[in-house]
């Protein structure tokens, strides 16, 4: 395999593509053999890994500069030709399903995968294929506004995200004035976010209703692979972390108002842990980089093959500039069986916390894409997702001097706070597309009131200094997810408590390291409940679960703030 940047990149030939699949689709149906049936079924998967595989670094590579015309037109030529490339798959899966060999496949390759296979044969018709293009390309129009944001501050050019650096400034003036050219930023482009989301709502719900679901919710969990549980399940969750981690979280926040000095936490303030600052990483990108090589290196043979991989050919990009897409991503390049790690650096210790997270996803990736035949289990459904990633975040815990030197303590404490006091917003994320997609109708206004009900529900600490903007409910503009992956954040929150699962293992002395690699080896072969049980996790849809990882969490935080001494 070559470095990432000299991959050969060429569009599909979507006709020629067709003819293949129909081949193999023929071939498959005239199978005589279970041996015959597989071999063509592999083929034809092979086929669609191949398209992935282009569109992929078609995408990579856009988001790199959202403003390369050529990729930008390779990006429109995918939504527009994979949205029409369901019709295809739909009579793959109807053959695959149908197949007299379908108890010897399902034996092979789970029952989990079939489930899977049943639901998108159901979620894929002709009249979706239309507002499916204008759904992507809404997508599209989305990043490409938030990307092409810039202020300028303090003498340079900032986006959204390297202003972030400058709130977590000692100096909170610097940090105030960082807060309001944020505000400002989004407030300037609001009216266009809100009609972009208008749209996408409206397409949304178009989806649903042609497939004949009563709502997007109905139709958004299926589509999202959550079988094992419902919109209430859900609910009975968020209320759970309302009852067992805001009142920790506010404890938090109130010891922190301490700490720094000051009466109340604004918003500009939260990211600050320590009146002498941050703990912040020492290094260069490719020197970050390198040092993250060596951590990987002395983790465990497993890690150390994968981030080698990692730097051999160049599979990450780190470095901020200018029209590049913002956020971080990890994604997956099925041909070569190689993740891709994209990220934003701004000098802060988020810089360590996504490369850790980003490499957690893409270690899942490349170990469970060398023990699984196909790309379709390689990654599971993103509540199993993001526990491979916020728990290799907390496995990175003890290599963290290598970063961060004589401030690394400062560093757990205020990473472990983060990923706490984290949660509530999760949660206000998740009820705030409910509440929408139960009222599509509501109007930009009806948005940002309910966005600040929710945020007082859930993080009754929040406040934004009389900024008119995000006091009237702005705030959740700034969350892509939103526009971009609907209903995948509460993800995050469910995870979030599995990965802490985990870290209490450590800390009690046990060995769950085997527990992490066994997560990873199943990738998507079993469902939600299924994947955590074979992995010796909890459930943190029980209450309890969530009652019980409340309170390690608040131990662990005094523990470790002990060593700071804070």
Known sequence: MEKFRDLP??????????KELALHLG???????????????LDYMRVMESWATQSTIASIRNTMNMKDEFYDAEIKFFNREGSRMMLTLKKGIKAVLSSPFRPQLEEKYGSHLFKTLETQQKLIKPSIILPSIRESNLGTAYSKTAAGCSVEFMGEKCNFYGLLRHMQSTDRAERKAAFEAW????????????????????????????LGFNSYIDYIYPARGRFDYDAKKVAAFREAVKTYITPVCEKLYRAQAERLGLDRLEWYDEDLCFPDGNATPVGTPEELTEKARQMYGEMSPETAEFFNFMVEHELYDFVTRENKHLGGYMTFLADYKAPFIFSN??????DIDVLTHEAGHAFEGYYASRRLPLLLQTGSTSEINEIHS??????????MERFFGDKTDKYRFAHFCDAFNCIPYLVCVDEFQHRVFENPGMTAADRRKVWREIERKYMPWRNYDGNAFLEGGGFWMQKQHIFLY?????????????????????????NAWEN???????????????????????NPLDPENVRALAAFAERQAELLKSKVGA
């Open 9 to 18: 990149y060429k569009r599909p030939n979507v006709k020629q593509l067709k």
């Open 27 to 41: 071939q498959f149906k005239t199978a005589k053999t279970f041996e015959e049936a597989d071999a063509v079924f």
């Open 183 to 210: 505000a400002k930023l989004y407030e300037s482009v609001s009216e266009t976010l809100d009609k972009q989301y208008d749209k996408l709502v409206k397409t949304r719900c178009t989806i649903a209703k042609r």
């Open 345 to 350: 650096f701004n000098g802060t210790s988020a």
């Open 390 to 399: 916020m728990s290799m975040e907390l496995f990175a815990y003890p290599y």
């Open 486 to 510: 609907p209903f995948y954040y509460i993800d995050y929150a469910m995870a979030q408590l599995d990965a802490f699962a985990l870290y209490r293992k450590t800390v009690e002395g046990e």
């Open 516 to 538: 992490y690699l066994a997560l990873c080896g199943m990738g998507g072969k079993y469902g939600y409940f299924e994947t955590l049980e074979r992995a010796g996790l909890p």
